[in-house]
């Protein structure tokens, strides 16, 4: 009558390819969405290239770290429509299937379908800065930390929120702020100085700081690098832990 | 698995949250659910239905008091007891840009099943709510009661020991509704157990083995839907439009109960002569037909399943 795999007490993370693929199916027929989150950054590129053609280097590479860092507000606001439109969470959690594998496969679905246009940056990155394959690789594992901490804030938010229309203003607002206000497309030089260490520790503005210093467009004094770059990782594993722990928690409402 | 499907012991929930009033949605619960019964949850809105499926399902912690699932705690263990169960979710909508099938099948993947295994279910469940017409239209495209169909689907094509189903054919037209009906029943005798809510009389009659009727947070009558008629006090009712000013003069034929301005009186057949007598003298009309669920209700609840 039923397979005694599907009544095995759950392993962590199990069902997350399961519930990544789910999400691939779901995102796959909203391609319109994919070129929109174009637009954010390619609005800024061309305002960069007209108004200060020499820092479209910059601005390229902080575009790459701004899409990573926007799949945070897709994961805010999938996870908060899911669960409030479609009632997902009781009806997948009421079940197997883990609440950290509900998280990443969510996460990583939407990494899935939303990645082209960040490989598509890249690429375009590939003609006008000099990327060498130690930057490349810096880039790589920037951008994937930038990813990991955006989810997971995303994640933890949208427990937060009972209406969608609320949910779209202040997630809209949350990651723009720290996408384009802090010094992601620009260089962190032209950021005031009192306040680099703030910007150091915030997640995209901190890699942007550490890849701007890789292609030479910034300086930064040896304690900025280490308080970036520790500071990047420690925030990352910290949010990803919390995220994973708060989605335990979050399963049982009081 | 050990134990009954569903043990709960004097199970209590209290909402408190700032800015709203204190809500008590379950004072003191506590119900035995057989396996392989179907036992349904009958309820008017606001009653404690959800709430109860809720924590019974682990979405929701209780205030106090016990849930047990095949022996396992919910609220000690919730993780032992998940791979057990099965919500339908009161409200819960399939994914809109998944088809039907895609929905079942990945809900299926996504609990653990093999790929064969979950291929195989899904088509069966797809075909047992009449989905096969519409398994590969996106479920944005379906209509309320198509959508609702396919999160039955995609539910009880787990097969899960056991099933919680809130509300589960609402929106559905009779038709559907007896598939739904015919297909809880199969499963039921495949050894799955069912704990359903439902403020549908008629389905709580058809489907269940036993029934629960809840108002305020309290079981206030439970038994086999016979059992709850019987306990009205008489096989016929005696159901009069305008009735309820002339309470008095009927209260010692049987039980009366007086919803508005009607009054229904429960009586045995033998007295059934001597009501229709008062009711002519009173020049009023009557209409006579058998005891329902719906006098059990109103006589346990004092007012009828609909009213808010």
Known sequence: ?254 | MNGEALRSVDLRKTYESRGAPRVEALRGVSMEVHRGERVALLGRNGAGKTTFLKIASTLLRPSSGSVEVFGVDVTRAPEKARPYIAVVPQEGKPFFHLTPREQVYTYLRARGFARETAKSRTQDALARMGLDGFADRLSITLSGGQRQRTMVATVIATEAPLLFLDEPTIGMDPFARREVWSSLRDLTQKGSTILLTTHYLDEAEVLSHRLYIVESGVVLSSGTAEELKRSVGGTLKVFIAEGAAQVERFRSFGTCVTDGLSLTVIVNPARLAEVMEVVERSEMTATVGPVTLEEAFLRAVGRSINED
Not at chain 1, 40 to 55: A, K, M, Q, T
Not at chain 1, 174 to 180: C, Q
Not at chain 1, 200 to 221: E, F, K, R, V, W
């Open chain 1, 1 to 254: 009558m039923r397979t005694s795999d599907a009544l095995a007490p759950a392993r962590p993370f199990a069902g997350t390819f399961a519930f990544l693929w789910t999400e691939v199916l779901v995102q796959k027929n909203e391609s319109l969405a994919m070129v929109t989150s174009m637009v954010v950054p390619g609005v800024l590129l061309v305002f960069v290239e007209i108004l200060d053609p020499s820092l479209i280097g910059v601005a390229l590479v902080g575009a790459i770290l701004f899409s990573t860092f926007t799949m945070g507000q897709r994961v805010l606001n999938e996870a908060a429509y899911l669960r409030i439109d479609h009632k997902a969470n009781d009806l997948y959690l009421a079940g197997p299937l883990t609440p950290e594998a509900y998280f990443l496969g969510m996460s990583f679905g939407i990494l899935l379908v939303y990645l082209t246009p960040t490989v598509f940056l890249a690429v375009l990155a590939t003609f006008v800065v000099p990327l060498s394959l130690a930057v490349g690789l810096e880039l790589l594992a920037l951008a994937t930390l930038v990813w990991f901490s955006a989810a997971s804030i995303g994640y933890i938010f949208s427990t937060f929120f009972r209406d969608n229309r609320a949910i779209w203003a202040y997630s809209s607002l949350f990651f723009n702020v720290f996408g384009v206000l802090a010094p992601v497309f620009y260089p962190i030089g032209l950021f005031p100085a009192a306040l680099r260490p703030v910007v150091l520790l915030m997640p995209p503005s901190a890699a942007a700081a550490l890849l701007q210093s890789a292609i030479g467009a910034a300086t930064l004094s040896s304690g900025e690098v280490a308080l970036a770059s520790v500071g990047l990782v420690v925030e990352t594993v910290a949010l990803v832990v919390l995220a994973i722990w708060w989605a335990r928690r979050t399963v049982r409402a009081d």
